[in-house]
């Protein structure tokens, strides 16, 4: 029975990536806008947000599972390096839609988009100076961020008469609130102390996301390219003011 159930889950996530080939056309042949048609397959990333792409060897980036990720923060008197390791990411593909559009001039599809809500959570381990050497400060941590925007470019090209993504998208994410939780920070000893440096985690945002986001925003990336190759492979390059 476990056999067939998951011969029909490979074959409905084949069907549906299978789905993206034809979509963008189909929808601009039909007569819409591109920038219509484009909102139309940009809200199509969610299932795959879920699923993942099998047949392109990209995983589910909803949970989104990262191994390790090395945060280091220097402001007098502080200086530490967090080490956050078998992290999990939820909440991407709750994802606000605000604007997708192309330029025929730039050759570029724009997206912006924003996650209400996105929580990381997994074990850290803190190192380094803050005040007095920091010891035993292990243990599980979570990170809630609030309205977290994405804007992604997109660069397109022609090869051998078909249109694809050129490189990697260029990704920008600013989080509108951060709340950094650790566990267990100098063993629980000195909370005073604790919270002052969680305070200093949470007021550097911009330094988190330096940090933090590339691993968030290469695997949405990876995702994206392999979804818009798949749907404007079929597209008139003229379409996006290339020469075919």
Avoid: H, W
Wanted: glycine share 8%; with cysteine.
């Amino acid at each position: 029975m476990l056999r067939y159930l998951t011969g029909f889950l490979i074959i409905g996530f084949t069907l549906g990536q299978q789905e993206l080939k034809g979509s963008l056309s189909s929808c601009i042949n039909g007569g819409s806008n591109i920038n219509t048609c484009l909102a139309q397959l940009a809200e199509r990333l969610r299932p795959y947000m879920r699923q993942g792409l099998p047949d392109y060897g990209v995983p589910p980036t909803e949970p989104m599972f990262i191994d390790e990720v090395t945060l280091s923060l220097k402001r007098p008197p502080v200086d530490v390096k967090v080490e956050f390791k078998d992290t999990t990411v939820t909440g991407l593909s709750s994802f606000r839609l605000n604007s997708v559009r192309a330029d025929k001039i730039s050759k570029t599809i724009s997206l912006n988009m924003t996650v209400p809500s996105m929580n990381t959570n997994g074990q850290y381990k803190m190192t380094g100076k803050a005040f007095v050497v920091i010891k035993d400060s292990e243990g599980p941590f979570t990170v809630d961020m609030k309205e977290v925007n994405v804007k992604m470019d997109t660069q397109l090209k022609v090869q051998n008469g078909r249109l694809l993504v050129d490189g990697e998208p260029r990704v920008k994410v600013k989080v509108g609130d951060l709340n950094v939780k650790l566990s267990n920070l100098f063993g629980g000893k000195t909370p005073q102390l604790a919270r002052t440096i969680t305070q200093f985690l949470n007021n550097d945002s911009d330094r988190f996301i330096e940090d933090f986001g590339p691993q968030i925003t290469s695997q949405v990336s990876r995702l994206a390219v392999n979804v818009y190759n798949t749907a404007v492979q079929d597209i008139d390059p003229t379409v996006f003011g290339l020469s075919a």
